[in-house]
């Protein structure tokens, strides 16, 4: 069993930046994939970014390659999505999510754990 909760989403304007945090509890966090997620009003949920455990392989969504960067602490077992350049379209409320398998799935559904949502809401 894992828990997790993301932190850190707010408002910003165009071009800006945010940092999301994703602590996760639960025996051998260091083992799951973790991934982060979104979901636009009116929309169905996207993969964005995830990484496998210890953090040894990652993947990103096309749009937000270059932009965002998904790091993960074992020691403080936090998930970290840094995000730069920030655009209006960016604007959702972003999960955190785990993992039992090995690889990075883009699909909500192979995801067995998931957080409460944080907003992010960028302005034009």
């Known amino acids: 069993q894992v828990q997790v909760v993301e932190s850190g989403g707010g408002l910003v304007q165009t071009g800006g930046s945010l940092r999301l945090s994703c602590a996760a509890s639960?025996?051998?966090?260091?083992?799951?994939?973790m991934g982060w997620f979104r979901q636009a009003p009116g929309k169905e949920r996207e993969f964005v970014a995830g990484?496998?455990?210890?953090?040894?392989?990652?993947r990103y969504a096309e749009s937000v390659k270059g932009r965002f960067t998904i790091s993960r602490d074992g020691a403080k077992n936090t998930v970290l999505l840094q995000m730069n350049s920030l655009k209006p379209e960016d604007t959702a409320v972003y999960y955190c999510?785990?993992?039992?398998?090995?690889?990075?799935?883009?699909?909500?559904?192979?995801?067995?754990?998931w957080g409460q949502g944080t907003q992010v809401t960028v302005s034009s």
């Open positions: 999510a785990a993992d039992a398998r090995i690889e990075i799935s883009t699909s909500s559904s192979s995801y067995n754990y």
């Open positions: 639960g025996r051998a966090f260091s083992r799951y994939t």
């Open positions: 990484n496998t455990w210890f953090g040894a392989g990652t």
